[in-house]
């Protein structure tokens, strides 16, 4: 299982002309591989994250997951390969309020159609797993922050997708919360196989990581030669 990225490129207009967030991109991440994107505002960092999870495309450039392009499937079989392949995580949880916790892990599969046995089981072991069995029935203002964005990730590992991304997935929590957060998301991905891809300004998220690049002038390159400049 691999994700490859080639040359990716992102443009947006702008009063000024055309302005170039992307320059020719490339990233290879595989199965079990963890990996951190670290860049000041503004840098690009969430639109990289968007075109790898086919929620944006790409001006040019290509993206394979598990040896597909997802950016030649139609939009309906888009949104399917999106559902099975990826996982998303954000900064903020974006729970339901009046959904239950298992119901918010469970809306991904909702959204695809009928949630059968196998869904309830799966979204049942994925709250054991992150510590939250004994907060199922219970609604996200009824939780702390840290318990609603561990009911987060199990939300987005409910479909066991191939590639997890994290936006900030620690940007709105205390530091001891934090690192709670950091290592249900290890440990899952330890026991699941996925390939993790987190941006963030954390520099203790990020070092948790196997691998730290750095988004600097559209082009991504190790964080240290970056950190450290030229010698």
Known sequence: MKLLARGIRKEFPSPGGTLCVLDQVDLELNSGESVAVLGPSGSGKSTLLHILGTLDRPTSGTVELDGQNPFELPE???????????????QDHYLLPQCTVLENVLLPVLSQGRVQLQHVQRAQMLLERVGLAPRAGHQPAQISGGERQRAAIARALIASPVLLLADEPTGNLDQHTARQVTQVLLELQRQEGFMLLVVTHSLELAARMQRRLQLHEGRLCPWNQVAEGPK
Request: no cysteine.
């Open 76 to 90: 309906p079989q888009l949104a399917q390969f999106r559902f099975q392949h990826i996982g998303f995580v954000f």
